[in-house]
Structure formats: structure tokens, C-alpha cells
């Protein structure tokens, strides 16, 4: 899969939208999205998936209701999924699909991440029962004037607003925080990271580096039950996980995930190992 643009500048430009012109997506870009689709890098556990464009005007016609909550309105189209089950497809599922949300930015198209919805709206989309179909993304035309509603939401979740460095990044234990300087070549990678979207905002991410190599521990924080139970929380772990490896490889930072736990002797409650990053 190519991006054209930096993937700083696409990150930084991503924006969840919530209310769309109910354009239809030109072809050229449905087009773009769609060998997207087709040309997505492997899982980084190596879970076979495969993910589709898909035309469902919400709320118009004879489409059925794609959301559980009326906080999408209009999208043209949504981006959907299946993937193998398995401890770590939930990360996986997030990693692929924060790839085509990130392509849809690039193409100047408005998303959102949509992990409550109805899956009835989805029945042409079957999936076997060895695979997950956790979660869509709500992709089409962003409307001109965002509803009321659309800014109320943002606030609520403080959608523009990130934890700082020294509440997500630590050295060697989650006693010591990590400094932009400290991350060396990976503090714009990690800059990324912490950009990443994730359910309600509440950045669930904790990344503890290990000291002399670079070895980046990614641990996932209950933040909130009900997004924990439903494997939101998993979800956002893939996003960041693409984040990371993402601008790590733009900056020609070469690298991989593995699943090491490193053993930490003190982790805080309600914090859990999920991946690690090791450059080469």
C-alpha cells in the first residue's frame, strides 16, 4: 500500500467526521480506496483479513440504520472488515484499517472510526465463523457546516486534546518518563502515536522504551469498562501500532512487531501488555 502524501501531514489533517454532504465519492477516489482494499500489508501477527468499500447511505432509501448512536450523518460509503480470530486480530483489525482511514485522509475524504453499529445494515458482508468483524469507518464528502451536534461531541470527548509525553511515554519502567530527547530518532514516531484516534479519545496507549536499544513496549490502560469488554480498547492499540510503524518508516527507521513482554516488575493496575516495536 503507497501514500502519497507525508504521513505527519496526514495524520495531523485526520479529523473524525460525523456529518457528510451525501456526495457520492467520485470514482477516481473510490477507486484510490479500493486498491487500498486490495493492496494492504500483511497483519503484524499475521492474521489473514480482508477489508471492503462498501456504498450504505445511512438513514436514505431502503438502507437500514448503520449506527447505533445518531452520530454519523450522510456518509456516502463505510469501510469494513473480517479478519481471523485470535489474541491478537483485534490489534490487527485496527492496525489495517487505520491504513485506509489514513489513505482516505489523504484523498481529502472525511472519516470516523464506528464501533457500535448494526450489523444487519452490513448482511451482504458475510464472514465465517472463525473471523471478527469488530468495528467500520464511516468514509464519504465532509459536509461544508458540521451540525451543532458535531462540536458538542467534541468537546465532550476533548477530541482536540492529547495526554502529554509524560503521561504516555516512559524509560525502562512506568516510574520514569520518557523525554522527546530521550525517544531520539523515534520522537516524531511517537508524536504520531500520540495523535492517534481512539474510542471516546481516551487514548488507552502506554509505551514504556527499553534503555540502550530500541525496543518500544506498548501496553494497553482501562480507561473505560464498557469500551474495554467490547475490545475498543484492543482496537485502539492496532491504531497506534500503524502510527508508530508508519512515520518509524518514513523516517527510515526499519523495524517489527513482536509480542515480548518484558516482564516490568511494577506495571499499574488496570494496565496489560499488548506488543512491542523493536527497531533494526
Known sequence: MRFDMPITETVRARRSVRTYSGEPIDAARRAALEEACRSLPP???GEPARFRLLERPDGRGDGARVGGFPLQRDA?????????????????YGYLMEHLVLKATELGLGTCWMGYFNREAF?????????????????????????????????????????????????????????????????????MLRWA????????????????????????????????????HDLDIGIA????????????????????????????????????????
Open 43 to 45: 497483519a503484524p501477527f
Open 241 to 280: 501500532m500503524s502510527h508508530l510503524e508508519l512515520a518509524a518508516r518514513e523516517a527510515g527507521l526499519d523495524g517489527g512487531w513482536t509480542v515480548e513482554d518484558p516482564g516490568l516488575a511494577s506495571v499499574p493496575a488496570d494496565t496489560g501488555y499488548r506488543a512491542t516495536w523493536t527497531g533494526r
Open 197 to 232: 484516534p481512539s474510542s471516546g479519545n481516551t487514548q488507552p496507549w502506554r509505551v514504556v522504551k527499553e534503555e540502550g536499544r530500541d525496543a518500544f513496549h506498548l501496553y494497553l490502560k482501562r480507561v473505560r469498562m464498557a469500551y474495554f469488554m467490547a475490545g475498543m
Open 123 to 191: 448482511a451482504d458482508f458475510e464472514t465465517s465463523d472463525d473471523e471478527l468483524f469488530p468495528a467500520i469507518a464511516a468514509v464519504g464528502v465532509p459536509a461544508a457546516k458540521p451540525r451543532a451536534q458535531d462540536g458538542l461531541v467534541r468537546t465532550a470527548i476533548k477530541a482536540d486534546a492529547r495526554k502529554g509525553w509524560g503521561e504516555l511515554f516512559f524509560l525502562g519502567s512506568f516510574e520514569r518518563p520518557l523525554s522527546e530527547r530521550g525517544a531520539g530518532d523515534y520522537a516524531e514516531p511517537l508524536e
Open 76 to 92: 456516502d460509503a463505510y469501510l469494513v472488515g473480517a479478519i481471523e480470530a485470535s489474541d491478537t486480530a483485534l490489534e490487527g
